[in-house]
């Protein structure tokens, strides 16, 4: 049974391009959320996907969006990217659909993003 | 808005010892969830143990235990007989039960605390 995974696994960026990051959920989840974890420190809510829609966010800009497709894997992009946004980007999954008692939810390795 | 604090940023523990990390959370919810989760150095975030609020009965998964504390608001997570592979950073989070609330369905973490096991 394939956990979380996350593509890919490290990216350099240079200030102002943009940037794609890919979550695929755990078998049987419909749910996923992301966060930014800075280093040394915990992580910190972006957004969170279900049904294709975003259903919850975190105080972020704008400048991150975000996707969930019908197969419940999820993209998260970052536009017009600072240095501050080095840090590395979890994707977690969790099953929220109909007859659900609690959704815990399971981490994806992260990508490492350097801006520079 | 919850609030998650971890206020030991370090522990050590020699193998085969009990260590206890602490956690204090500020909420004015009555339902919601606890976590710790474990992130080796290798980054990935593991859970390690689960609390619903509701439950007066301490959570335990083999040698990780919680002491749950609500009107505390106190949830530390205790490590029996402590082995190498247990060196990692340990967080503490917070889930809102609500299910109408705007914060319900995120984490919210504390800080951190790194745990290091002594051979």
């Known amino acids: 049974d394939a956990g979380v995974t996350q593509s890919p696994t490290h990216l350099i960026k240079t200030r102002g391009q943009q940037v794609t990051l890919r979550c695929s959920p755990k078998s049987g989840h419909d749910t996923v959320s992301w966060y930014q974890q800075a280093l040394g420190q915990g992580p910190q809510f972006i957004f969170q996907y279900y049904e294709e829609e975003e259903r919850q966010r975190g105080n972020f800009p704008d400048r991150f969006s975000g996707h969930q497709f019908p197969n419940y894997s999820s993209e998260l992009n970052v536009n017009a990217l600072l240095l501050g946004d080095s840090a590395l980007y979890l994707c977690a999954s969790s099953y929220m659909g109909q007859g659900a008692l609690e959704e815990t939810q399971y981490f994806g390795p992260g990508t490492r993003l350097l801006v520079l | 808005a919850q609030t998650v604090t971890q206020s030991q940023p370090e522990m050590s523990v020699q193998e085969a010892e009990t260590v206890t990390l602490s956690c204090t959370y500020d909420?004015?919810?009555?339902?919601?969830?606890l976590f710790w989760y474990k992130q080796p150095p290798s980054r990935q975030m593991i859970l390690v143990i689960r609390q619903e609020a509701y439950k007066q009965q301490n959570a335990t998964e083999n040698r990780f235990s919680v002491n749950f504390q609500k009107a505390a608001k106190s949830f530390s997570l205790k490590i029996s007989d402590s082995q190498l592979g247990d060196a990692a950073m340990y967080f503490c989070?917070?889930?809102?039960?609500?299910?109408?609330?705007?914060?319900?369905?995120?984490?919210?973490f504390g800080q951190g605390t790194i745990l290091t096991v002594h051979p």
């Open positions: 989070a917070y889930r809102s039960a609500f299910a109408g609330g705007t914060s319900y369905g995120k984490l919210t």
């Open positions: 909420t004015s919810e009555s339902d919601y969830y």
